[in-house]
């Protein structure tokens, strides 16, 4: 059987990359939405999105990058969510989409974007298992672990700086979220690098566009979480502790608990959107204040402006770029009509620059007051569970390098990925020169 995936992986990838660079070839929206100078710099793209109209009807469907139809299909409730990988979808033109740029298939296994986790479950299973995650996962829990957050990240850029330069990538912002999810789940610290190979590999799942063999290192991943998370569950019930597993077990509203396979949903979710989201904020972020030195002597002068900094860099360059919803009903939107079962592409990164909300919105501006508008963790029932923990750990990152480097200055250049969903950094080298005072620009 896996002498067979592999083949048929292979032909995916074939196939996927010939119909790719036909859409290429032809031109048109299509095709300069997949091309690689659209995947580096995406932006130019939003402006011609943006200036035919608020809905755009492409090759590959509808697509918008306007902040009010954005905002408003998010929190219809006539929509679901586009994530999953649905049963219901007929046809044999979908179908064969699916297969094309979906998973391949994954019997018995929760997957963190499928119907049994809570991204990709719509009312009324979504607000039922929100209600109940929530209850553990409650603003003071997440601000009640500052100090040790503060801690962890202090040591790893001490650690990464005691060269004369280190990437940014490799050695702080993909360590410290990864560490940051151990501490919530309280996993022994033997676990830990083994948690942040399964997190990188469950990335291939945000992205259509992987080649098969990432996508098998993705389902491999899923296995040994799956086993790692069902004996941790028995452990936990037998001997609770203070972590957020044991209270996501302990949890109940009117008498409903989560299922084992929930907990191992919810669990599986918060390493998969917990952790690649955070590292391209921090990688992003980082980047953003390397190449803006007046914002950056702002922030480190006023220290206390870093939580209002940390939602314009969630604004400028948004870690997860798009988003789908599909309506369950015929829905109008800033006057226009969405038809039933028709899904939408909401480019977040476009909705983030759109100059009807934003004065300047290509302007990078840490003190901007209404940067919170964005819609980076998206809104209405799908709104980020995890936006307080990851607003919390963007501040710590940010106010541990700003503390601790002079700059940061590129130490070489950094190196994209070549993803698109998400958008962030392979490499982000910098020069370790530390500061000589603790304040100053």
Same mark, same amino acid.
């Given at each position: 059987?896996?002498?067979?995936?592999?083949?048929?992986?292979?032909?995916?990838?074939?196939?996927?990359?010939?119909?790719?660079?036909?859409?290429?070839?032809?031109?048109?929206?299509?095709?300069?939405?997949?091309?690689?100078?659209? !995947?580096?710099?995406?932006?130019?793209?939003?402006?011609?999105?943006?200036?035919? /109209?608020?809905?755009?009807?492409?090759?590959?469907?509808?697509?918008?990058?306007?902040?009010?139809?954005?905002?408003?299909?998010?929190?219809?409730?006539?929509?679901?969510?586009?994530?999953?990988?649905?049963?219901?979808?007929?046809? /044999?033109?979908?179908?064969?989409?699916?297969?094309?740029?979906?998973?391949?298939?994954?019997?018995?296994?929760?997957?963190?974007?499928?119907?049994?986790?809570?991204?990709?479950?719509?009312?009324?299973?979504?607000?039922?298992? !929100?209600?109940?995650?929530?209850?553990?996962?409650?603003?003071?829990?997440?601000?009640?672990?500052?100090?040790?957050?503060?801690?962890?990240?202090?040591?790893?850029?001490?650690?990464?700086?005691?060269?004369?330069?280190?990437?940014?990538?490799?050695?702080?912002?993909?360590?410290?979220?990864?560490?940051?999810?151990?501490?919530?789940? &309280?996993?022994?610290?033997?676990?830990?690098?083994?948690?942040?190979?399964?997190?990188?590999?469950?990335?291939?799942?945000?992205?259509?566009?992987?080649?098969?063999?990432?996508?098998?290192?993705?389902?491999?991943?899923?296995?040994?979480?799956?086993?790692?998370?069902?004996?941790?569950?028995?452990?936990?019930?037998?001997?609770?502790?203070?972590?957020?597993?044991?209270?996501?077990? @302990?949890?109940?509203?009117? /008498?409903?608990?989560?299922?084992?396979?929930?907990? %191992? &949903?919810?669990?599986?979710?918060?390493?998969?959107?917990?952790? @690649?989201?955070?590292?391209?904020?921090?990688?992003?972020?980082?980047?953003?204040?390397?190449?803006?030195? @007046?914002?950056?002597?702002?922030?480190? +002068?006023? $220290?206390?402006?870093? $939580?209002?900094?940390?939602?314009?860099?969630?604004?400028?360059?948004?870690? %997860?770029?798009?988003?789908?919803?599909?309506?369950? @009903?015929?829905?109008?939107?800033?006057?226009?009509?969405?038809?039933?079962?028709?899904?939408?592409?909401? =480019?977040?990164?476009?909705?983030?620059?759109?100059?009807?909300?934003?004065?300047?919105?290509?302007?990078?501006?840490?003190?901007?007051?209404? +940067?919170?508008?964005?819609?980076?963790?998206?809104?209405? $029932?799908?709104?980020?569970?995890?936006?307080?923990? &990851?607003? =919390?750990? +963007?501040?710590?990152?940010?106010?541990?390098?700003?503390?601790?480097?002079?700059?940061?200055?590129?130490?070489? !250049? &950094?190196?994209?990925?070549?993803?698109?969903?998400? !958008?962030?950094?392979?490499?982000?080298?910098?020069?370790?020169?530390?500061?000589?005072?603790?304040?100053?620009?």
């Amino acid at each position: 059987m896996k002498a067979l995936d592999v083949v048929e992986g292979a032909t995916r990838d074939g196939i996927r990359a010939g119909s790719l660079a036909l859409l290429r070839w032809r031109g048109g929206i299509s095709g300069d939405l997949l091309s690689n100078r659209v !995947r580096a710099d995406p932006y130019p793209m939003y402006r011609r999105l943006r200036e035919m /109209g608020p809905v755009v009807e492409t090759s590959m469907g509808l697509v918008t990058t306007n902040h009010a139809v954005c905002d408003a299909v998010l929190r219809h409730p006539g929509t679901r969510t586009a994530t999953a990988m649905r049963e219901d979808i007929k046809g /044999g033109g979908q179908r064969f989409q699916r297969w094309l740029f979906g998973s391949p298939p994954r019997p018995g296994l929760i997957e963190p974007i499928g119907p049994e986790s809570m991204i990709g479950m719509d009312p009324p299973d979504h607000t039922r298992m !929100r209600r109940l995650v929530s209850k553990a996962f409650s603003r003071k829990a997440v601000e009640g672990m500052r100090p040790e957050l503060t801690r962890l990240a202090d040591d790893l850029v001490a650690r990464a700086t005691r060269r004369p330069t280190f990437d940014l990538m490799t050695e702080f912002a993909g360590v410290f979220p990864v560490l940051v999810i151990c501490e919530l789940l &309280a996993i022994p610290r033997p676990d830990h690098e083994r948690f942040r190979r399964w997190g990188a590999a469950l990335a291939a799942d945000l992205d259509a566009i992987v080649p098969a063999r990432r996508q098998r290192a993705a389902t491999q991943a899923l296995v040994d979480l799956h086993t790692y998370f069902t004996a941790l569950i028995e452990r936990r019930r037998r001997d609770p502790g203070e972590d957020l597993l044991s209270h996501l077990i @302990e949890v109940q509203d009117e /008498g409903e608990r989560l299922t084992r396979r929930e907990l %191992i &949903a919810t669990c599986t979710l918060l390493l998969f959107a917990g952790f @690649e989201t955070t590292v391209n904020l921090i990688g992003n972020g980082t980047l953003a204040l390397v190449r803006h030195p @007046e914002q950056r002597a702002h922030l480190r +002068a006023n $220290p206390g402006a870093v $939580p209002a900094a940390v939602e314009e860099l969630l604004r400028w360059d948004a870690p %997860i770029q798009l988003t789908a919803r599909i309506p369950t @009903e015929e829905i109008e939107v800033n006057g226009y009509r969405l038809a039933v079962g028709q899904p939408i592409t909401l =480019m977040i990164g476009g909705a983030n620059r759109d100059p009807e909300v934003f004065d300047r919105p290509e302007t990078l501006d840490l003190a901007r007051d209404d +940067a919170r508008r964005h819609l980076s963790f998206a809104a209405g $029932p799908h709104h980020c569970l995890g936006a307080a923990l &990851a607003r =919390m750990e +963007a501040e710590i990152a940010f106010t541990t390098l700003l503390e601790r480097l002079a700059g940061p200055r590129l130490a070489g !250049r &950094a190196r994209q990925r070549p993803t698109f969903v998400l !958008r962030g950094l392979r490499s982000l080298p910098l020069h370790s020169t530390p500061l000589t005072t603790r304040s100053g620009g």
